[in-house]
């Protein structure tokens, strides 16, 4: 079993209030209510702090064009894969009534015109 620790902690009267609404919507204690926070709180600090170490050694040591040679080819072929499911969504689209089988599924503008280049 965790130790625990009793503290009096003064809060301003509307955090205060939203630690009631939250302990009358989920039935937990207020100590619950407040550990709970911390613990969110706490728990996205070391998610910043892990992506920052992250970045920071990317800063520092970024990835050699020689490392990243096989990115091109596995996205090339992601990118074909996604095109090729968004033909089959477009072709298994019913036409609207009054619009030209030709018009199914693609839209105007320069997004219809990159959508027909693939």
């Keep these: 079993?965790?130790?625990?620790?009793?503290?009096?902690?003064?809060?301003?009267?509307?955090?205060?209030?939203?630690?009631?609404r939250r302990q009358a919507?989920?039935?937990?204690?207020?100590?619950?209510?407040?550990?709970?926070?911390?613990e969110r709180e706490l728990q996205e600090e070391r998610e910043r702090e892990l992506d920052e170490q992250y970045r920071r050694g990317y800063r520092e040591q970024?990835?050699?064009?020689?490392?990243l040679g096989w990115a091109d080819p596995v996205a090339?072929?992601?990118?074909?894969?996604?095109?090729?499911?968004?033909?089959e969504a477009d072709e298994a689209r019913p036409a609207v009534v009054g619009e030209s089988a030709a018009?199914?599924?693609t839209p105007p503008g320069p997004v219809g015109r990159a959508k027909q280049s693939l």
């Design 25 to 38: 919507e989920t039935g937990q204690t207020r100590s619950d209510v407040v550990r709970r926070a911390l």
């Design 1 to 20: 079993m965790r130790r625990v620790a009793k503290i009096t902690v003064s809060l301003p009267n509307d955090l205060l209030a939203w630690v009631d």
């Design 103 to 105: 018009a199914v599924g």
């Design 62 to 67: 970024p990835d050699a064009a020689d490392e």
């Design 76 to 87: 090339l072929e992601a990118l074909a894969d996604l095109a090729w499911e968004a033909k």
